[in-house]
């Protein structure tokens, strides 16, 4: 079986930077939900791209370097995203490669759910 060699940081709103392991081709959803993370709201749709909560805010160099660049339904969905910023992306669509061993992203300090 593959091992969860990969991790991923989570810095939350006020801070608290929560530390989680997952694999190459995990989605950050995925990671929030295989490791039961405590975030509130996460991932409400369940990563079929109708409710924003999931958004993280990248830093500029890790934006950049993000294989799957967004796509319209996305964009459309980050638009109702709690605090957007340009470097905001939706986790549910942000793949786990090797090379993004070690990302690091921040979480708005509240989601706004775009389903209502
Ligand atoms: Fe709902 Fe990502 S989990 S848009």
């Known amino acids: 079986p593959k091992t969860d060699s990969l991790e991923?940081?989570?810095?939350?709103?006020?801070?608290?930077k929560v530390k989680a392991r997952c694999k190459e081709g995990d989605s950050l959803?995925?990671?929030v939900v295989n490791n039961e993370l405590d975030i509130s709201g996460y991932g409400a749709c369940e990563g079929t791209l109708t409710c924003s909560t999931c958004h993280v805010i990248l830093s500029k160099e890790d934006y950049d370097r993000i294989p799957s660049k967004p796509l319209d339904d996305e964009n459309d969905m980050l638009d109702l995203a709690f605090e957007l910023t340009e470097t905001s992306r939706l986790g549910c669509q942000i793949v786990m490669t090797k090379e993004l061993n070690g990302l690091e992203v921040r979480l708005p300090s509240s989601v706004n759910d775009a389903r209502g």
Request: negative net charge.
């Open 29 to 31: 959803l995925d990671v």
């Open 8 to 16: 991923v940081t989570f810095v939350k709103a006020d801070g608290q």
